[in-house]
C-alpha cells in the first residue's frame, strides 16, 4: 500500500508540473507582441543567418536592437513563407533568411552611420562603386524601413545537402550590397544568375511577396497585417 501511495504521489507531482512547464514556455513566446512569432518555431529547419547581430555587415558592426540572433515575423508573413520553403523542398532547395523584423531602432542606427563619412571600413565589400555621402540620398539608407512593419524579410535560396549544409545560389552579388549589380534585373548577369534571380522572384510572388525593385533578396508581404505601424521592440 506504501508503494502504491508513493507512485500515486509522484504521479499527481507529475501532473501538476506540466501545466507549470507548459505555462512557462508560454510566457516566453509571450514576449513577443501579439501577431508576431519566432520564424524558426513556424519552419522548422530554415536557414538563418541574421547579419545586423555579427559584425559582417554594411555598418561593420553590431546593430542595435539586435539582442540575440532571433528570426521574428508577422504571422501571415511566417506562414507565407513556410508555403514558399514547402514548394522548394521537393528539389532539394531552400531560403535563407539574412533579416526579417528589423526595429526602428536599428534604422536610427544605420543612418547615424551613413551620417559618419569618416568611417569607410565597408566600402570595398558593400559599396565599393558608391561614395557613402550619396547613400541616404539615393535611398539605400532611410529612416524607415518596411522591415519594422515586421512582414519584410531578405532573403536568398541555398542548395540543402543535410541539416549542417547548405550552399547559396549564384546570385551575382551578396546580401546588402549597394549598387545597380542588386536591382533584380540587372542586365549584366549570366544566364545561371538570371534563373536563379528569375525562381527566387516566382516562387516569392506565388506566395504574396512582393517584390522590391532595388534589391532581389528584398520582399514584402502584399496583405501585412500593419502597413501603417513601425514597431521597436528589440530581438531576444
Not at 507549470?20 to 524558426?40: H, I, M, N, R
Not at 532547395?93 to 547615424?112: C, E, M, N
Amino acid at each position: 500500500m506504501k508503494r502504491h501511495a508513493l507512485i500515486k504521489s509522484v504521479f499527481l507531482l507529475l501532473l501538476i508540473s506540466l501545466p507549470l512547464c507548459t505555462s512557462f514556455a508560454e510566457q516566453q513566446e509571450a514576449q513577443l507582441p501579439k501577431g508576431f512569432v519566432y520564424v524558426d518555431k513556424v519552419i522548422p529547419g530554415i536557414v538563418i543567418e541574421l547579419r545586423y547581430h555579427t559584425e559582417h555587415n554594411f555598418v561593420g558592426e553590431r546593430i542595435d536592437g539586435y539582442l540575440k540572433p532571433r528570426c521574428i515575423l508577422t504571422k501571415e508573413a511566417a506562414n507565407a513563407l513556410l508555403q514558399v520553403q514547402e514548394e522548394l523542398k521537393p528539389f532539394g532547395l531552400g531560403l535563407k533568411i539574412f533579416d526579417a523584423y528589423r526595429p526602428q531602432q536599428a534604422v536610427d542606427h544605420f543612418v547615424r552611420w551613413a551620417d559618419n563619412l569618416g568611417d569607410t571600413r565597408t566600402k570595398a565589400e558593400f559599396y565599393p562603386d558608391i561614395n557613402k555621402n550619396t547613400l541616404i540620398r539615393d535611398g539605400y539608407i532611410a529612416d524607415r524601413s518596411s522591415h519594422s512593419r515586421g512582414s519584410t524579410v531578405d532573403l536568398t535560396i541555398v542548395s540543402i545537402k543535410s541539416e549542417t549544409q547548405h550552399k547559396e545560389l549564384d546570385m551575382a552579388t551578396g546580401f546588402d550590397f549597394f549598387g545597380p549589380a542588386s536591382w533584380p534585373f540587372f542586365s549584366g548577369l549570366t544566364a545561371d544568375q538570371r534563373a536563379h534571380r528569375m525562381l527566387l522572384h516566382i516562387v516569392m510572388q506565388r506566395h504574396g511577396f512582393k517584390p522590391y525593385p532595388e534589391e532581389w533578396w528584398h520582399f514584402t508581404l502584399a496583405n501585412e497585417p500593419f502597413p501603417e505601424t513601425y514597431f521597436n521592440f528589440p530581438i531576444q
